[in-house]
């Protein structure tokens, strides 16, 4: 026998005996045995994981929490979906798309109020980064904006879909939330926030589909531009300028606007970063804000890590994200 043929023969031996033990913990847990069936499953994890089989201990542990799942045993199920991702910082496997769908899968069946969900997202996105930055890998963070947006939790699906590369999802999110949400005379503020953060974040393409798709599809926004709001004028300028890179348009731009820009006063907050990132805008001597918003920033960037720390303030300003 070739060494290609035993590596598939000892696969498939090793599935099918991780089959046999699902097949006796799912008649476990079908006959209520809950308790005993979750330490069953928790054995045979650590089991796996001293043997190094850290795929099979995953495979078990998805499987068994989306059974427990099914039987409404959300306090097994959380912690088996724990266990998932246990697995997944011990063995060193890199991120793919089918992982991040399963462990978006297991956060949508999570009792949203539970402490559990919250401690899983934030291990998850921390999982991530490992292969595209800090802030958590981008299909993630999709994932989860969108199942955030059908819970109607639409502040923190803007959070995620922020740090995702849709910003079409992102701005179909926005026309709900600001027709179930806002008041009428906020329709240009919700893209506003969106567009103004995304350019904050460096991600000129997600905020200009964001406004596009925002501006197109919201039924209360006349057709445009021009636009009859003064704030969607500004944003479409903006976006405009950033692509031209002219340091004299940019302030011309932010001058004439001002009454708008006064409307929130993160606004000119956001534009000081802008300034910086695409018109060469030097950062202020002496930063006026700072205490409330800094350490905002810090929860969000996820620079609460002492290694980390130093490098997140270089790369991003004291603004509010959330």
């Avoid at 476990?28 to 809950?34: A, I, P, Q």
């Avoid at 928790?42 to 043997?51: C, D, G, I, K």
């Avoid at 300028?241 to 348009?249: E, F, Q, R, Y």
Wanted: with cysteine; charged share 20%; aromatic share 10%.
């Amino acid at each position: 026998m070739s060494e290609q043929e035993s590596l598939k023969s000892s696969s498939a031996r090793n599935r099918g005996g991780v089959q046999r033990v699902e097949g006796k913990l799912r008649a476990s847990v079908e006959r209520g045995d809950y308790y005993e069936a979750h330490q069953m499953y928790r054995t045979l994890f650590f089991r796996y994981m001293s043997q190094a089989k850290h795929a099979e201990a995953r495979e078990l542990m998805y499987n068994g929490a989306l059974l427990f799942f099914s039987y409404n045993q959300q306090n097994s199920a959380a912690d088996l979906s724990m266990l998932v991702l246990e697995s997944l910082e011990k063995s060193g496997d890199k991120v793919d798309d089918e992982t991040l769908e399963h462990l978006a899968k297991l956060f949508s069946l999570m009792d949203p109020n539970s402490p559990e969900r919250v401690a899983f997202v934030s291990r998850a996105i921390k999982w991530s980064s490992g292969g595209s930055g800090k802030l958590g890998h981008p299909k993630l963070h999709q994932l989860l904006a969108l199942t955030l947006w059908k819970e109607q939790n639409y502040s923190e699906s803007r959070y995620h879909f922020l740090h995702s590369s849709d910003g079409e999802g992102c701005a179909q999110m926005l026309v709900e939330y600001s027709s179930a949400r806002g008041f009428h005379g906020e329709v240009d503020m919700f893209v506003a926030q969106a567009v103004l953060q995304f350019l904050c974040l460096k991600n000129k393409t997600s905020a200009l589909v964001v406004f596009t798709t925002y501006t197109q599809k919201h039924p209360s926004i006349e057709k445009g531009p021009p636009f009859v709001q003064p704030l969607l004028n500004f944003l479409w300028f903006l976006l405009l300028a950033v692509d031209g890179g002219k340091l004299t348009v940019f302030t011309v731009l932010c001058e004439q606007y001002q009454p708008s820009l006064k409307r929130d006063p993160m606004y000119n907050e956001y534009l000081d970063r802008i300034g910086q990132l695409f018109f060469g805008v030097p950062p202020k001597q002496s930063s006026s804000y700072g205490g409330l918003l800094g350490n905002l920033l810090n929860s969000l960037m996820g620079s609460g890590e002492e290694e980390e720390g130093e490098e997140a303030q270089e790369d991003s300003s004291p603004i509010e994200l959330d």
